[in-house]
């Protein structure tokens, strides 16, 4: 537990179980004996009871921002927690690799601008590339967006990045829960990224390596402007031809094989980075 016991972090390990309180309790007897403690479950209908009127909750899959906010609110001594998907690894230590993201943002912060105010932990941390999701891109097209683009004021002002791995500020999530207020509930992969670019909160882009096995570049690059940056957002981030894809995507085409070959491979020795997705027994 490097995050834990090395970074000093509180570990929960959030599970979302939709199943009969006998067969949870028999789950929860498979959970290795000294991980029991860090376990922490809850169910669509806990979601649904729990989230903003006159919001409704859809689920996890969509809107897996409910269960952060849900936990945030019902766990005021955090102001800041990291979600990590359970098909993330990475290569490296959390501890170090954390700590590197927790410098590169003091960096940024001591050099904003004047007309600036960068809050002392970022609002948003993400680490792939904040950017205007692409016009034909399937989840913009729902009906049930419809209202949410409205409200931020059009496909312009909507930010989207890979959600897999995120910090979260109670600002943030805070902010979510207002929009719920209002009605809405929108996809999580935009919905987050929209909300602190419409509230000027700051959204720090932590860059790391990504491979693309056998291939001379990455599958996508990705430019954004400085004027298409939140107004708190960090601006000496390299946003000019920002790598897209490969070993942290949404599908496992170049990350599996790569994994794979490091993890059976003590010899190997790469820079830090989050892999996405891997899929089997694989941990570091």
């Known amino acids: 537990m490097e995050a834990g016991h090395l970074a000093g972090y509180d570990v929960i390990i959030s599970v979302h179980l939709d199943i009969s309180q006998e067969k949870k309790e028999a789950w929860l007897k498979k959970v290795p004996e000294e991980l029991r403690p860090l376990v922490q479950t809850f169910s669509t209908q806990d979601l649904k009871n729990w989230i903003p009127k006159p919001a409704e909750f859809k689920n996890v899959y969509e809107q897996n921002h409910t269960p952060v906010q849900m936990f945030m609110a019902q766990n005021p001594k955090y102001d800041f927690v990291y979600t990590v998907e359970n098909d993330v690894r990475l290569i490296g230590r959390w501890d170090t690799f954390l700590a590197d ?3 590169e943002y003091a960096f ?3 050099h904003q601008e ?5 809050s002392d932990v970022p609002d948003l941390v993400t680490f792939q590339s904040v950017r205007r999701p692409r016009g034909d891109w399937p989840w913009l097209k729902a009906d049930s967006e ?6 931020f004021g059009g496909m312009e002002n909507i930010r989207s990045s890979l959600g897999v791995v995120w910090g979260w500020s109670r600002k943030l999530t805070d902010s979510l829960s207002q929009f719920n207020k209002d009605g809405l509930n929108c996809y999580f992969e935009y919905f987050a990224p929209s909300a602190a670019y419409h509230q000027n909160l700051t ?5 790391h390596p990504l491979y693309c096995p056998n291939r001379p570049s990455p ?10 940056l939140g107004k ?11 790598a897209v894809g490969c070993t942290y995507y949404f ?12 993890y059976r491979n003590p010899e190997a020795c790469r820079p830090p980075a989050l892999v996405h997705p891997i899929k089997g027994d694989f941990f570091n």
């Not at 959204?203 to 860059?207: L, S, V």
């Not at 599908?251 to 490091?262: G, I, L, R």
């Open 219 to 228: 599958s996508e690059r990705h430019s954004m402007a400085p004027k298409d």
């Open 251 to 262: 599908v496992n085409v170049h990350s599996q094989p790569f994994w794979d070959t490091w």
């Open 114 to 118: 004047k007309d600036q105010n960068m």
């Open 232 to 242: 708190n957002d960090p601006r000496l981030v390299q946003y000019d031809k920002v």
């Open 203 to 207: 959204t720090f882009f932590y860059q």
């Open 101 to 103: 993201v927790d410098a």
């Open 146 to 151: 419809k209202e949410c683009i409205k409200k």
């Open 108 to 110: 940024h912060r001591k």
